[in-house]
């Protein structure tokens, strides 16, 4: 099965700064890459996702990043304000097949943005 | 968007005992699944939950545990069987909207405690 690695676990960034977030994914056949953002004792909302006919997504100062060749992709995000602190989960889709709308979620990482 | 609701918010069981958990949501919706999250963890698919057919178990996961019911497109249960502390976690429900099936939005989650 699909297997979603996420890094760094933990990121401190200065506000105004920019976060880089990347995941890599096993399955060459995925394709469709949330992803999540989770704040303390909410649910996890998405925020931007990409498609494999697509490198690059933006959404104001938040973008994501795909390369298919190398199966990673990164969000990115710029001038980090104190409220995007929180836990961010990417996740993969396989392409097809039984189970194609299966989300394989990475461990997560915790950025804290620092005033 | 949909408005996604889970019953009941949170809850303290004694081990032992089973929980039904509801997720209801205000329109018809393609796809439903149920996720668990564990304190500090990431979220693992349980099932998805199949409208009028049997729910489909990912690995580690099993009916007898974890039987779920979908009687319609906006309604589906989980139930935690015979719980023991260590099914202690947050459990969430995720729909897809009709025509955006890879997209998955969360219910606010159950946080269930198993003393």
């Known amino acids: 099965g699909e297997n979603v690695e996420q890094h760094p676990s933990t990121l401190s960034v200065q506000e105004g700064d920019s976060a880089v977030i990347k995941c890599t994914y096993s399955d060459s056949a995925s394709n469709y890459f949330p992803w999540y953002k989770q704040e303390l004792g909410k649910r996890p909302q998405l925020i931007i996702d990409i498609r494999s006919n697509v490198g690059e997504k933006k959404d104001q100062r938040i973008a994501v990043t795909l390369n298919k060749t190398a199966k990673h992709f990164s969000l990115h995000i710029t001038e980090t304000q104190p409220e995007d602190s929180a836990v961010y989960f990417c996740a993969a889709s396989p392409g097809s097949g039984a189970g194609s709308y299966q989300l394989t979620f990475g461990k997560g990482t915790k950025l804290s943005v620092i005033p | 968007s949909a408005v996604i609701s889970q019953k009941p918010s949170r809850d303290i069981c004694q081990r032992g005992t089973s929980l039904t958990i509801q997720c209801q949501v205000d329109?018809?919706?393609?796809?439903m699944f149920w996720y668990r999250q564990q304190p500090g963890q990431s979220l693992t698919l349980i099932a998805t939950a199949n409208q009028g057919s049997e729910a489909t178990y990912e690995s580690g996961f099993v009916i007898d545990k974890f039987p779920i019911s979908r009687p319609n497109l906006t309604f589906s249960t989980l139930t935690v069987s015979n719980m023991s502390p260590e099914d202690s976690s947050i459990y969430l429900c995720s729909v897809s909207p009709p025509g955006l099936e890879n997209e998955q939005f969360f219910g606010p989650g159950t946080r269930l405690t198993v003393l």
């Open positions: 329109s018809q919706v393609t796809m």
